[in-house]
């Protein structure tokens, strides 16, 4: 009997000890106040001259268009995870001074586009997201530019959508190759894991720490100016921007490169950033000696930011490839 009554009590501390966690859990992160972004500009102050939202499917996506009329190539710029139009601020006021049509957008989740929880925001998706704002806009065929992340969407682009293509250019595109697993998907699929999340990324996201992680992307650091600064987490901790990056890690699984790359017969150009320390050339070789078309160039004297860090250099190289593919 008294081994009984111990076991009993022993049962009863563990259900104790598991109700106690199970309340920290549950009732702890809705505790704790989300921080506030360090943001002193309203987001219409972020529009440009160029800039408009479009209405696709229920959501605001941010698109900036230049030459809407013109009657050469149209370029469609894609940016990379946690860039925006802003990215490309360099580049595509250059191309539309050669006469081209500018696309740019803010993909769903990032910059001024808009920003939840509930969405898919797993790069097929984004694909979808833009042929979709390239149907709204008129653009029947383009030249693709991705950055970063944004070559991935641009490669699920290219296997959905293939008669949209003129022409791929890949600036350190980050490609993953090899599937994830599914631990954070289900995990972030209970509300106070993703109430946890939340509190974590408003409070740790402040302006000096997404400076001193943008800042770890260039090879040249002097690029890295207050304003371009602001110009980055201005626009990215704006609307439910914790939750949409949640989001991301929730659906990160669906990124996958599984498609053929061989049967791209697409005009492709390669840049990289020879002191990338975000996108390494081993990650680049694994991906692009698959396409038989790509053209490879490592740029000496930057990183993964390559288009910002030698943008002249970029921009000639990269209307080189155009006009010999007859633009």
């Not at 030459?67 to 802003?86: D, K, L, R």
Request: glycine content about 8%; aromatic content about 12%.
């Amino acid at each position: 009997m008294r081994s009984f009554w111990r076991r009993h009590r022993a049962l009863r501390i563990l259900s104790y000890i598991v109700l106690a966690l199970v309340l920290v859990v549950c009732v702890l992160p809705y505790l704790i106040p989300l921080g506030q972004p360090q943001v002193q500009i309203s987001q219409d102050q972020l529009v440009s001259e160029h800039g408009r939202f479009l209405d696709i499917d229920g959501s605001r996506i941010y698109v900036e268009e230049q030459n809407p009329e013109s009657v050469q190539a149209t370029i469609v710029f894609i940016h990379g995870f946690g860039g925006s139009t802003f990215s490309w601020r360099h580049n595509a006021p250059f191309f539309a001074g050669q006469g081209y049509r500018i696309v740019s957008l803010d993909l769903k989740g990032f910059g001024l586009s808009y920003k939840d929880f509930a969405s898919d925001y797993s790069h097929p998706a984004q694909a979808r997201l833009l042929a979709e704002v390239l149907a709204r806009l008129g653009v029947d065929e383009a030249y693709f530019v991705g950055h970063s992340m944004g070559t991935s969407v641009m490669l699920h682009f290219a296997h959905l959508y293939p008669e949209k293509i003129l022409g791929l250019i890949s600036v350190d595109g980050a490609v993953n190759l090899d599937k994830g697993g599914i631990f954070p998907s289900a995990l972030l699929d209970f509300p106070p894991i993703r109430r946890a999340g939340e509190v974590l990324l408003t409070r740790y996201g402040t302006r000096e720490r997404v400076g001193r992680i943008l800042r770890s992307a260039y090879y040249r650091k002097d690029i890295v100016t207050a304003e371009v600064m602001d110009g980055y987490y201005n626009r990215l901790v704006n609307g439910q921007w914790a939750q949409s990056l949640l989001a991301m890690t929730r659906d990160t699984s669906e990124n996958t490169i599984t498609l053929a790359l061989a049967d791209f017969r697409f005009p492709t150009l390669i840049l990289w950033g020879q002191n990338d320390t975000w996108v390494k050339q081993i990650d680049i070789d694994r991906w692009r000696g698959q396409i038989p078309s790509a053209e490879f160039h490592a740029i000496p004297e930057a990183g993964h930011m390559l288009m910002e860090e030698e943008p002249d250099l970029f921009n000639s190289m990269v209307l080189a490839f155009l006009q010999s593919h007859g633009e």
